[in-house]
Every structure is written in structure tokens, then in C-alpha cells.
């Protein structure tokens, strides 16, 4: 059974389906074979998978009770399973984290990103699935990031060390099916996906 991975966060826009589409792109040309579940009725992953000419990926729109078992069944034939959630926390998400063996949730140097990840990590705890919080779109000079960084220590979140700025490499690709790792130029936003999808790699290593 290969790893299954949540992207989850109850604050709509915080950057699920743009984080998740890079890293299934940054995994796909490290080798492994991705699979992809978009529970989101908004279906913005399986539109840009649709337009994606690079990678062909295997994807299934599930939704209700059929979530469960699809997320296992993709599990069952890819390396990694990635799951776009929708915003709100309900019913299924919380089946869905059940599921999955690692939540990512981003969060956005902002205290409405940070509040609604506390709900996120309750579900975890409830759960018992591992939460990383990944910090986005994180502006030039920082921002509030530290002071939110506190907030989220005191919710004893665990937050992964790399982040992504933001960034217009981040968000362009959308609607032609790329992201920022497309092609073979050497851009920050490129070294940051790669980061993150690494610091992940070691944490489903040691799960
Ligand atoms: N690091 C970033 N830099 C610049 N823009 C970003 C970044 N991350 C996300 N965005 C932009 O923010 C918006 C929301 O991102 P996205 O749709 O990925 O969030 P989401 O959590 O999937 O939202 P939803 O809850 O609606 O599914 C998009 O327009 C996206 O391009
Ligand atoms: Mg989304």
C-alpha cells in the first residue's frame, strides 16, 4: 500500500490544490508513481490535471461514501496518494483523514489561517493521523509569519521548516495545466517545492 496524503485545511484559499499540484508534479519527476483524489465539488485539481501535457496523471473525483474507498484503492496502486479536500470541515473530511496516513495543511501568515488550523489538528488528534502545517505564501519580508508561527507552537502544530513565498510563479500555471517546476529553469519557487517535497519524503519515511 503506497502513502496516503491529505491536503486539508478548513480556510478556503489557504492553498491546498496549488501546493498539491506541485508537489505531485515534483514527486511524478522524482520517479514516483502519483496518484491524485479530488473531493472538492470546485474540481480545481481535476481541471488542472486535465489541462497538464507534461504528466499524465491517474485521477479519481470521489465524493461522500465513496471517498474511503477510493482514497484506499488509489493507495493501493500509486507510491503516493495525494487527496484535494474541500474547505469546509465536516463529515468527510474527517473520514478522509482518517484514511490517509499524513495531513499537510497550509496555513497563511494570518490569524484567520492559523485559527482555522486549529481545527484541522483537533480532527488529527481525534484521529490519530500525523498533521504538518506547511507555512504559505509568506511575503518578502516576512510579514506576521513569526508572531503566527507562536500562535501555531502554542497549538503545539508541527510546522515544517521549508515554506513558500509568494509568489506569481506559484499561481500562473493554473490554467494551462503547468506549475512553477515546469520546464527547466532555475527559479526561488522551483528550490522551494523542491525543499518541501525532500522535508515530506522524510517525514513519511519515518511515519
Ligand atoms: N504561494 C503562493 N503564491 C502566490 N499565490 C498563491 C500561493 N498559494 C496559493 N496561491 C493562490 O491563492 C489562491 C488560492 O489557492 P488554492 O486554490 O490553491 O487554495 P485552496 O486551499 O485549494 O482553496 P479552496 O479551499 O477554494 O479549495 C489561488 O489563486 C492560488 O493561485
Ligand atoms: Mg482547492
Redesign the pocket.
Known amino acids: 500500500m503506497g502513502m496516503k496524503v491529505a491536503?486539508a485545511?478548513q480556510?478556503?484559499?489557504?492553498?491546498?490544490?496549488?501546493?498539491?499540484s506541485h508537489l505531485a508534479h515534483s514527486w511524478s519527476r522524482a520517479g514516483r508513481d502519483v496518484g491524485l483524489v479530488d473531493l472538492?465539488p470546485?474540481r480545481?485539481l481535476s481541471q488542472w490535471s486535465e489541462r497538464c501535457e507534461e504528466l499524465e496523471f491517474d485521477l479519481k473525483e470521489s465524493k461522500d461514501w465513496r471517498a474511503g474507498s477510493d482514497i484506499r484503492d488509489s493507495g493501493r496502486h500509486h507510491d503516493i496518494t495525494l487527496v484535494?479536500c474541500?474547505?469546509n470541515a465536516d463529515i468527510l473530511l474527517r473520514a478522509t483523514i482518517r484514511e490517509c496516513d499524513l495531513v499537510l495543511t497550509?496555513c497563511q501568515p494570518t490569524g484567520l489561517d492559523v485559527w482555522a488550523t486549529g481545527a484541522i489538528l483537533k480532527i488529527c488528534d481525534a484521529e490519530k493521523t500525523p498533521c504538518r502545517i506547511i507555512m504559505?505564501?509568506?511575503p518578502p519580508r516576512g510579514g506576521k509569519t513569526e508572531e503566527m508561527l507562536a500562535a501555531l507552537s502554542d497549538m503545539e502544530a508541527s510546522v515544517l521548516a521549508s515554506r513558500?513565498?509568494?509568489?506569481?510563479?506559484?499561481?500562473s500555471g493554473?490554467l494551462d495545466g503547468t506549475t512553477a517546476i515546469s520546464g527547466n529553469r532555475k527559479s526561488i519557487a522551483r528550490d522551494e517545492v523542491e525543499a518541501l517535497r525532500i522535508e515530506i519524503d522524510a517525514v513519511l519515511a519515518g511515519l
Open positions: 491536503f485545511q480556510k478556503g484559499g489557504a492553498g491546498k490544490t496549488t501546493i498539491l472538492d470546485q480545481s484535494d474541500p474547505g497550509p504559505n505564501r509568506i513558500l513565498g509568494n509568489r506569481v510563479a506559484f499561481s493554473m
